[in-house]
């Protein structure tokens, strides 16, 4: 596979990244003679994975983001990108994932944490930067900015990023996710020796997973809108969305999955902070020409979010990763 | 040409779109079967038309944008774009095209026309938008924003756009362009019965015009740095830019045009209210995606900018047009 031959610090360095980025993942799919059944399913996996469709994706980008599923020892595969056991689907955080970042919160002092504080402007003025937000100013000489480079843009710097910073972040773009989970009083599907994960072709969720707590004390089946299904439904009502859900889960785990006793719809193209989800991702003619600029500071501010992450873009754990690459670059910076 | 059956009102609804927007200018050139001079003048014709490679472009956006150069009555040509006489290159406005907004602003009203004024913020309350801006604030009933895609996803809404619009702002990212002018103290090449144009596959400055008064009191050269050649020069020094310009003007005509007696060196990619240039354009996965919110309202804030135009798109006739598109549904939702 191509991915294994891509340096994931720099995949714009590779020789033929200028033209395997002057075309879509579509044009390379149909350029293999896929037999039909095996053209369905990667229309259908790669919306799970990727939360775009093939059409969306430049095939350069699609293979530094396969090759970013793995270690510095274990090059990154497709394999591992949609794998539950050992792959990136494999685990949950017992008691939700909101305690990682109250983790987080607590090791950097939760009086050092500013909620619902809008950064708006970042000046430097001689070699100190300060921060105006929607609530107070700060001043800092070092600044991490971990989101992703499309709703990066929308802080004013002054003075203005490099014309390459500015592209990469004109053309990345978040791409389509919403969830729904459905709540029961048993997770009833066990029974049946089922295990409440799903892979279909139809439906506006193609993809499930059990999320019922470990203890089974109720049933919870968490289901993923994406790319054009969830455009699709962006604009709908919750109680619309719920109406064509449940038909779907029925149509996997049989009629008792009718009786949902309580819904969590979350749509994060509609969030004013994610804008889509649950990654910034790229077209043709983007990480060839302006790659680069993921992680290069500019001054003294240095990027992070997972799209800067070297291994695991898009996860949780490439999060991490860029925000520990960011940390060590200023460490770095004042020896 | 597919153009020809392009509705430039809403390119989106082609029974092709989705199709023709799933890849790249670039891949539809790879299966014509161009011979190699014909694909070699598409490679250099299409940047100075677009400002961006073939493997920038979706081709649906292409078509679209093609279909737009024409009215009514004259369907948009591949020629018209390109060409000089009865085409999109054939007039200059005497006295410099800054007078277009001069005079846009005396009609208006100088008094109501204010500059150095950033808007940051548009936030609705009851059927009134409060609009802050960097000096002050303005109430109003009705907003036109005429921006482009990206810059206008730099105001902050409350409440926020749509998904889709916001969506279509993250995806369109502005063309790379910049012009570097040589003026002379005459119009030498003209002795020589030199246009004083070119069409070059070679060079930084790959297309020129001659831009002299037409009393021929001094001569200009206009020579245009689009999309490869300018990215490659964003960081460059002015000096740098004009070294190597001036190389490609002494190879089209000859040693005399050394003798650059001012230059005017301009770089819309690192303009902070540019940010690129002339226009933003859409990669794959756009138009037939989220082309509709180029021009559909928001309340009662409407989207102008030359790409919300039906013709003329990229040129400052599709900005007029599109600016009175918006103008006119404002009337009409007040009868």
């Given at each position: 596979m191509y991915a294994s031959s891509i340096d994931v610090r720099k995949p714009w360095s590779h020789p033929n990244a200028s033209y395997w980025d002057s075309f879509t993942l579509a044009t390379w799919m149909s350029q293999q003679n896929l037999t039909s059944p095996l053209q369905a399913l990667l229309d259908t996996v790669i919306p799970t994975v990727l939360s775009a469709e093939p059409g969306e994706l430049s095939f350069l980008y699609t293979l530094s983001y396969i090759a970013a599923a793995g270690n510095e020892t274990h090059p990154g595969t497709f394999a591992r990108l949609v794998g539950t056991t050992d792959g990136a689907q494999e685990s949950r955080i017992v008691g939700g994932t909101g305690l990682l970042t109250y983790g987080?919160?607590?090791q950097i002092g939760r009086h050092r944490t500013f909620l619902n504080t809008t950064?708006?402007?970042?000046t430097k003025v001689s070699n100190v930067y300060y921060v105006r937000t929607s609530n107070r100013d700060y001043i800092a000489t070092n600044i991490?900015?971990?989101m992703s480079p499309p709703l990066a843009s929308r802080i004013h710097y002054e003075p203005p990023v490099?014309?390459?910073r500015d592209q990469l972040t004109q053309r990345m773009f978040m791409a389509s996710i919403g969830k729904a989970t459905a709540i029961y009083d048993a997770p009833f599907w066990r029974q049946a020796n089922l295990t409440g994960q799903v892979l279909s072709d139809t439906g506006v969720v193609r993809s499930t997973f059990d999320v019922s707590p470990a203890d089974g004390r109720y049933g919870a089946i968490l289901g993923l809108m994406e790319a054009d299904q969830m455009r699709a439904l962006d604009q709908s009502t919750e109680t619309e969305i719920k109406d064509l859900?449940?038909?779907d889960y029925v149509r996997y785990f049989g009629p008792q999955a009718s009786k949902v006793s309580e819904w969590v719809i979350q749509r994060w193209d509609n969030e004013l902070y994610s804008r889509g989800g649950p990654v910034a991702i790229a077209g043709p003619g983007t990480i060839s020409k302006y790659g680069s600029s993921l992680r290069r500071c500019e001054g003294n501010i240095y990027w992070?979010?997972?799209e800067s992450s070297d291994y695991w873009v898009g996860y949780m754990s490439g999060a991490l990763k860029a925000g520990k690459l960011a940390a060590n670059k200023i460490l770095d910076s004042r020896l």
């Open positions: 987080l919160a607590d950064v708006q402007k970042i991490v900015v971990a490099s014309a390459q859900v449940v038909k992070a979010g997972t």
